[in-house]
């Protein structure tokens, strides 16, 4: 059986059998307007509800959530995760390319970077939260306009991969190395291919790419332990969302791998340490 507590991981059910870990992710479905991403059973389990309490469970895990925090959220959207932050540390940055037609229109989920939010951020929010606390910024993943070490700690989830190419997701491991301050944390969830001798895609990782363009793409971060490349059970992978298929993807059964007729892929998330 997977881990219940490890952080740098694929996505894993079985992180519902563990309780810190379920307490956050209610406390982040309290916050969220995609209410399908949350459960209260691995059965049911969904890929962007792991990611989004993964990420939070990591980061109070290692430390990086306290009262005088400052985070970034590069390619965040409108992630609840957002919202659980602006009452949990002192300040929180989202970003994207909000309202960038190439992306906003992406059917695979620009929906998620709506700009509205800049003008009414409570739209994607579905309780109260301190809002002097959040601040939303139209901007470039790969081109962070903020100084050297201006934040405690960085994440990016499942973002990464469309910034424009591998190429492009190792600048932004850069830049989000660069405004991390010291001894601060980045947390990265990207698409992680499952498909055997897939060397070719344009903006997925295997592990092999996964190596070079994320986890070694900058000498200033170090992983907080070993990856672990474990895949989920085989009832997860014998039963893909299929993405090519007419209908709506969103459904009652599990939301862990997903098959768009090409490829087959899961998240995986790495925490590093900025040293």
Known sequence: MMDLHRLNEMTNPNKWDNPEWMKIHRELESYSVDKHCFSESKEYAYRKGWEWTQCIWGLHTLGAIDAKAKGLGVGAGHEPILYYLADHIAEVTGTDLYGNENWTNNAIG?????PSI???????????YDKSKLQLLNMNGTDLKFDNKTFDFVWSLSSIEHFGGHKKAKESMKEMARVTKKNGIVAVA????????????PE???KE????????????????????????S?????????MHLDGDVHRIRHHIILNDGRVQWTSIICFFRKL
Do not use: W
């Open 204 to 206: 997925f990782f295997t």
């Open 118 to 128: 800049l003008e009414n951020s409570d739209e994607f929010c579905d309780r109260g």
């Open 234 to 242: 085989l009832e997860y992978l014998m039963d893909p969302i299929m």
């Open 209 to 232: 790419l996964l190596e070079k363009y994320i986890i070694n793409a900058s000498p200033q971060l170090q992983l907080v332990h070993e990856m672990n490349y474990e895949l989920p």
């Open 110 to 114: 620009g929906n998620e970077a709506n």
């Open 190 to 201: 990207t698409e992680f291919i499952l498909t055997p001798n897939c060397k070719d895609h």
